[in-house]
């Protein structure tokens, strides 16, 4: 395999401005798309006599996937530049997309925001940015899309650029650190390739932007973090609690601690893909074995961490939500159900403590009566059974949570003060 680092990559920005398309031209420009579905593809074109065939077909694919109703239709694709290998994670608007980048199941650590020249920042442009600040995205690629259909024209891209940064300004987010690109991600201009389209435009291609992105640094100084996902009886062993490491190093032989479980004792093996290893890190996938512990001793949704830094038990927390989509109003009493890491619990909103504006920050009322969706608010919320969780300013991976009720995401949010148990 290669020995590139790896980066998950989220597409943002309101829909219909290209985020689709410009997945697929990344796959395509980079030879993601394999060769022999390429030649298959050109065979049926030319017989059909259609040219342009090869970027096409990967329209064409996603297209399809699209109406079959697969949410993931631009997720979970794979490519490569030189210095990194790209996952593009969940995008907003898709189903699970906040619960999934919140839970750490497809965190992404950078994005490339689409604006469509001709239409410009958009409502879905602002909340995504909005929620990218939110969710901790480190830096944004800004493509301002579409560029063939103005012309190509330098005044209208400046117009967008200009736009853009204001939204970032009004957001907080660093709009210092943000390159902005002038794309068509379909006719390839300013992708791979320097476009004579763009004669004006002195900047990088996307795909040197992405390749300049600065490597994630992998939360190895935290202290261990490892959310339980399972926990089996394997013959032999005995009980095997499985799970993803968000951040910290398990070794043979420390001393851990199961939380809210509240049990513990010395890690005797530690196995990840089949093989025993001494130790693990940020994002192995390992099952390991604790001296003296038994299957109902722990269970899904306990944390993992040093006996001697154990992971901390919320009666209750402060925390920053932003309401996605609610029926009807949020008021102090409600219960729905808190996803956080691999736990699920049924939490109480205490009280609201302040309502806030959503793109920029300030505080719009005390202690409002109720929230309902687009709102940005700060929440007291009491857990009704044990819950683990972080302060997101210590523990980020451990630190924040989507709200599900009626089978939908209705908020997402960032612990901002826990209350120990
Ligand atoms: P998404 O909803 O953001 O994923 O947008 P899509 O990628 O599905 O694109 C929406 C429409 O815009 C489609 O008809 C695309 O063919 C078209 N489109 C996307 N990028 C460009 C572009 O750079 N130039 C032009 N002219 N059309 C584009």
């Avoid at 079959?68 to 608007?93: K, L, M, N, W």
């Avoid at 001793?297 to 901390?312: E, H, K, N, Q, Y």
Wanted: aromatic share 6%; glycine share 8%; net charge negative.
């Amino acid at each position: 395999m290669s020995d590139e680092r790896h980066q998950n990559l989220a597409v943002i920005g309101h829909v219909d401005h290209g985020k689709s398309t410009m997945v697929g031209r990344l796959l395509y420009e980079t030879g993601s798309v394999p060769e022999h579905v390429i030649e298959q593809h050109k065979e049926e074109a030319e017989e059909k006599g259609k040219g342009g065939f090869e970027f096409a077909y990967v329209m064409d694919n996603l297209a399809e996937e699209r109406e079959r109703g697969v949410t993931i239709d631009i997720a979970h694709q794979e490519f490569s530049t030189d210095e990194y290998e790209f996952t593009i994670v969940d995008c907003p608007g898709h189903r699970d997309f906040v619960k999934n980048m919140i839970t750490g199941a497809s965190q992404a650590d950078n994005a490339v925001l689409v604006v469509a020249a001709d239409d410009g920042v958009a409502p879905q442009t602002r909340e995504h940015v909005f929620l990218s600040r939110t969710l901790g995205i480190d830096e944004l690629i800004v493509a301002v899309n579409k560029m063939d259909i103005v012309d190509y024209d330098e005044s209208k891209y400046n117009e967008v650029v200009s736009d853009v940064k204001d939204l970032f300004a009004q957001v907080g987010f660093d709009a210092d650190g943000a390159t902005f690109i002038a794309t068509s991600a379909f006719e390839g201009d300013n992708v791979s390739d320097h476009s004579d389209n763009t004669p004006w435009y002195e900047g990088p291609t996307l795909l040197e932007a992405l390749n300049d992105l600065p490597e994630p640094s992998p939360p190895t100084d935290a202290p261990l973090r490892l959310p339980i996902q399972d926990v089996y009886t394997i013959s032999g062993i005995g009980t095997v609690p499985v799970g993803r490491i968000e951040t910290g190093i398990m070794n043979m032989g420390d001393n851990v601690s199961f939380q809210p479980s509240d049990v513990g004792g010395e890690v005797k093996t530690i196995e990840m893909h089949h093989e025993e290893v001494d130790k693990a890190e940020p994002g192995d996938n390992v099952g390991f074995n604790v001296r003296g512990i038994g299957k109902d001793d722990i269970r899904r949704g306990d944390v993992c961490g040093p006996a001697d830094d154990p992971p901390t038990v919320a009666e209750t927390f402060t925390a920053q939500v932003v309401v996605m989509q609610h029926p009807s109003v949020i008021t102090a009493g409600y219960t729905p159900v808190f996803h956080a890491h691999t736990a699920q619990v049924a939490c109480t909103i205490e009280s609201i403590d302040k309502k806030m504006d959503p793109s920029s920050g300030e505080t719009q009322e005390e202690n409002p009566d109720f929230i309902q969706s687009g709102d940005a608010a700060v929440v007291t919320v009491r857990p009704q059974k044990p819950l683990s969780i972080e302060p997101s300013g210590e523990i980020p991976e451990l630190g924040s949570f989507a709200v599900r009720d009626m089978g939908q995401t209705i908020a997402a949010g960032k612990v901002l003060d826990v209350n120990e148990a």
